[in-house]
């Protein structure tokens, strides 16, 4: 049995490595590596996987969706085993540790099909090393910014949709468990399973595409068997990371995009390393993006910061829903489904840019009226490509320091100590 590594906190946070502190546009203009593709190596697709129960465990239909088959797939095995950040030769178990994950794919000549489009012929490549793993990755993330997912029929995606396969790619998801999934669904009620009821029956209510694929009873196990699992999982700065009000809305994108195995592991993958302080009881990370999208809309535009502050209006008190469901409360979902392309390639701190971003596109309107809180109640319907294209703008005036610190706030405890002190 492999052993298990405990990291630091500065490796064991996110799988975007050091990748994380770099600004979008910076790492648009990093060039690839020049061995990073068609070497006869290990696939690095996740969607080669070999579906199987290898448990042994029937997957049991409770609800009217049917689960998928256990997935497994391999990764590149990283020639130094020691860890480092940006690797990616770890499968995520528990909070803050990891377990090596080594590849049994035999080694093959590896062809790619020029009538393809960029996503799969990133997806299809095969790799060597770890280097080449992380090249293939930073040029994922390129593809995402500059091009973008092509478009979806998003009431008839398959469970193996392009979506769902990047997005387990970008959060490092490359082994699901049936077993273990089950396991916790046979739990029975969690301790918070009222409070999870209490928020199911309406997440996404008024999205028809949204209901017609993801069921009421798919959100409470998914989030029922995540309480469970984080009860046995290490704490974050002393504070338990649980189920809160509005993750029920952060766990939808993942629901709707893949299978409901595939969605509990993925978004467990990105509670615990996106954004683990997004979920703790005192909603630490969250308080601590609001407070940084006021420094950051001060320095963006200070017009617009000082009316909204001449009426009374802080980010805690507008901008709450969006900070803490990365904006997936705004609809449409389409559009909910592209921002977060952009957000899990390269970092949900950028989430806070994204709603200073949708402020500006409405500036005028907010400048003009006399009671702006009117009008940010509700937020007008996402274009993800416009806040997105600003937000890539606005990235490059934040000051290092008030970056860095935007980079760590949703995982790192120290962020509040210091924004405390600041004030």
């Not at 099909?113 to 090393?129: A, G, M, V």
């Given at each position: 049995?492999?052993?298990?590594?405990?990291?630091?906190?500065?490796?064991?946070?996110?799988?975007?490595?050091?990748?994380?502190?770099?600004?979008?546009?910076?790492?648009?203009?990093?060039?690839?590596?020049?061995?990073?593709?068609?070497?006869?190596?290990?696939?690095?697709?996740?969607?080669?996987?070999?579906?199987?129960?290898?448990?042994?465990?029937?997957?049991?239909?409770?609800?009217n969706k049917p689960f998928a088959t256990e997935t497994k797939c391999v990764k590149a095995r990283s020639q130094n085993n020691s860890p480092t950040q940006g690797?990616?030769?770890?499968?995520?178990?528990?909070?803050?540790?990891?377990?090596?994950?080594?590849?049994?794919?035999?080694?093959?000549?590896?062809?790619?099909?020029?009538?393809?489009?960029?996503?799969?012929?990133?997806?299809?490549?095969?790799?060597?090393?770890?280097?080449?793993?992380?090249?293939?990755?930073?040029?994922?993330?390129?593809?995402?910014?500059?091009?973008?997912?092509?478009?979806?029929?998003?009431?008839?995606?398959?469970?193996?949709?392009?979506?769902?396969?990047?997005?387990?790619?970008?959060?490092?998801?490359?082994?699901?468990?049936?077993?273990?999934?089950?396991?916790?669904?046979?739990?029975?009620?969690?301790?918070?399973?009222?409070?999870?009821?209490?928020?199911?029956?309406?997440?996404?209510?008024?999205?028809?595409?949204?209901?017609?694929?993801?069921?009421?009873?798919?959100?409470?196990?998914?989030?029922?068997?995540?309480?469970?699992?984080?009860?046995?999982?290490?704490?974050?700065?002393?504070?338990?990371?649980?189920?809160?009000?509005?993750?029920?809305?952060?766990?939808?994108?993942?629901?709707?995009?893949?299978?409901?195995?595939?969605?509990?592991?993925?978004?467990?993958?990105?509670?615990?390393?996106?954004?683990?302080?997004?979920?703790?009881?005192?909603?630490?990370?969250?308080?601590?993006?609001?407070?940084?999208?006021?420094?950051?809309?001060?320095?963006?535009?200070?017009?617009?910061?000082?009316?909204?502050?001449?009426?009374?209006?802080?980010?805690?008190?507008?901008?709450?829903?969006?900070?803490?469901?990365?904006c997936a409360c705004t609809p449409p979902l389409e559009q909910v489904l592209r921002l977060w392309d952009f957000l899990l390639a390269y970092g949900v701190h950028?989430?806070?840019?994204?709603?200073?971003?949708?402020?500006?596109?409405?500036?005028?309107?907010?400048?003009?009226?006399?009671?702006?809180?009117?009008?940010?109640?509700?937020?007008?319907?996402?274009?993800?490509?416009?806040?997105?294209?600003?937000?890539?703008?606005?990235?490059?005036?934040?000051?290092?320091?008030?970056?860095?610190?935007?980079?760590?706030?949703?995982?790192?405890?120290?962020?509040?100590?210091?924004?405390?002190?600041?004030?």
């Amino acid at each position: 049995m492999a052993p298990v590594i405990v990291l630091p906190p500065s490796l064991h946070i996110s799988p975007y490595g050091s990748a994380l502190q770099e600004k979008p546009s910076n790492l648009l203009m990093q060039k690839p590596y020049k061995d990073s593709f068609g070497h006869s190596t290990p696939n690095l697709n996740s969607h080669t996987m070999k579906t199987n129960t290898e448990d042994g465990v029937p997957l049991k239909d409770t609800s009217n969706k049917p689960f998928a088959t256990e997935t497994k797939c391999v990764k590149a095995r990283s020639q130094n085993n020691s860890p480092t950040q940006g690797q990616h030769s770890f499968a995520w178990t528990k909070y803050k540790s990891v377990t090596p994950v080594s590849s049994h794919a035999p080694m093959q000549r590896h062809q790619v099909d020029k009538s393809s489009n960029p996503f799969e012929e990133i997806l299809d490549t095969s790799h060597r090393t770890e280097r080449e793993v992380r090249a293939s990755l930073s040029k994922l993330r390129r593809v995402i910014l500059t091009e973008g997912l092509p478009e979806e029929d998003l009431p008839k995606l398959t469970l193996n949709s392009l979506r769902s396969r990047v997005w387990k790619h970008l959060l490092g998801v490359y082994h699901v468990s049936a077993r273990e999934y089950i396991q916790l669904i046979n739990k029975g009620r969690s301790c918070v399973y009222d409070k999870v009821r209490n928020d199911t029956f309406r997440t996404l209510a008024t999205d028809k595409k949204f209901l017609e694929k993801v069921n009421e009873e798919m959100l409470i196990r998914v989030l029922n068997a995540f309480a469970w699992k984080m009860k046995s999982s290490s704490s974050c700065n002393g504070q338990s990371v649980t189920y809160v009000q509005g993750m029920n809305v952060l766990v939808a994108p993942f629901l709707f995009t893949m299978s409901e195995i595939d969605a509990f592991f993925s978004f467990a993958t990105f509670i615990q390393t996106c954004c683990p302080l997004y979920v703790t009881p005192t909603l630490q990370g969250v308080h601590c993006g609001l407070k940084l999208l006021d420094k950051c809309l001060q320095i963006l535009d200070p017009e617009l910061f000082n009316y909204l502050r001449s009426k009374c209006l802080k980010a805690e008190i507008y901008a709450l829903s969006s900070i803490l469901t990365l904006c997936a409360c705004t609809p449409p979902l389409e559009q909910v489904l592209r921002l977060w392309d952009f957000l899990l390639a390269y970092g949900v701190h950028l989430n806070v840019l994204c709603v200073i971003a949708q402020l500006i596109l409405m500036r005028k309107q907010l400048l003009k009226a006399p009671s702006p809180m009117k009008l940010l109640r509700t937020m007008p319907e996402l274009n993800a490509k416009q806040i997105i294209k600003l937000t890539v703008q606005l990235a490059q005036k934040i000051p290092d320091k008030l970056y860095d610190l935007l980079v760590r706030h949703p995982f790192d405890p120290d962020v509040a100590t210091i924004l405390e002190k600041e004030k």
